[in-house]
């Protein structure tokens, strides 16, 4: 088994799917305290994470293409996940939520987030093989995406909350995005206010 699905596997906790499906509400209450980087990480594998000798991910693709991108936007800046290596890396400085929320309408629920990750797709992946069918594609699979993580944040403990009332292209310049990068979808993270806080952190 590659390292990488062992680091998931130890974050992702012991709930059973049936208890994760049960479970999962879209949920408001954040806390103040971040979520961890090895969180961040289990989310995103949970979206993107590579399972397969071929490339295979935790979510289908049509024809194995995988035209999503997954960003988190975080207080510390941005981060972007590798898939191949199962790592966050650092693609930008600075709290770009705010920006990030003011391009989702404003609502609070990308405004208290600890995170939130943004689900990309890059134009031209798809074209080659599916033509006009291709955001079709993309579509589905931002939720097969998105899906994947809110179960993992339930598994988690984690509060999320996906979010589709966005302007892509505000999106996409918040997160200094190319032009072929369209921001599709958000899922709010963070830890429940229940949670027991770490003082003056967030
Ligand atoms: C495509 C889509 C877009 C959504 N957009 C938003 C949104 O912009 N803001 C928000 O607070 N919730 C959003 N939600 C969450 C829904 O409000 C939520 O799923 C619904 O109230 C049902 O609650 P549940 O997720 O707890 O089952 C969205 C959900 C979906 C599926």
């Known amino acids: 088994m590659p390292s ?25 209450d954040f806390g103040w305290d971040p979520l961890t980087g090895d969180e961040l990480l289990g989310l995103c594998w949970a979206g993107q994470g590579i399972t397969g000798p071929g490339g295979q991910r935790t979510a289908p693709s049509a024809g194995g293409v995988h035209p999503l991108e997954l960003y988190v936007v975080t207080a510390a800046g941005i981060l972007h996940y590798e898939a191949e290596a199962n790592r966050l890396e650092s693609v930008g400085r600075g709290d770009r939520r705010p920006a990030l929320c003011t391009a989702a309408q404003s609502q609070d629920v990308i405004g208290l987030a600890a ?8 134009e031209g992946r798809m074209d080659p093989r599916y033509g006009a069918r291709s955001r079709h594609y993309e579509l589905v699979e931002t939720g097969h995406v998105a899906q994947n993580v809110l179960l ?4 988690m403990g984690i509060c999320a909350t996906p979010v589709g009332a966005l302007d892509d292209a505000a999106v996409r310049d918040v997160l200094d ?11 709010a993270v963070g830890h429940h206010t229940d949670r027991p806080h770490i003082a003056g952190s967030r």
Do not use: F
């Open 152 to 155: 993992a944040a339930t598994a």
């Open 115 to 122: 995170a939130t990750v943004v689900i990309v797709a890059v």
């Open 177 to 187: 995005l190319p032009a072929n990068h369209t921001p599709l979808y958000l899922v």
């Open 4 to 28: 990488t699905e062992l680091v998931a596997a130890s974050t992702l906790g012991v709930k059973s799917l049936e208890e994760c499906l049960r479970t999962r509400r879209s949920c408001h």
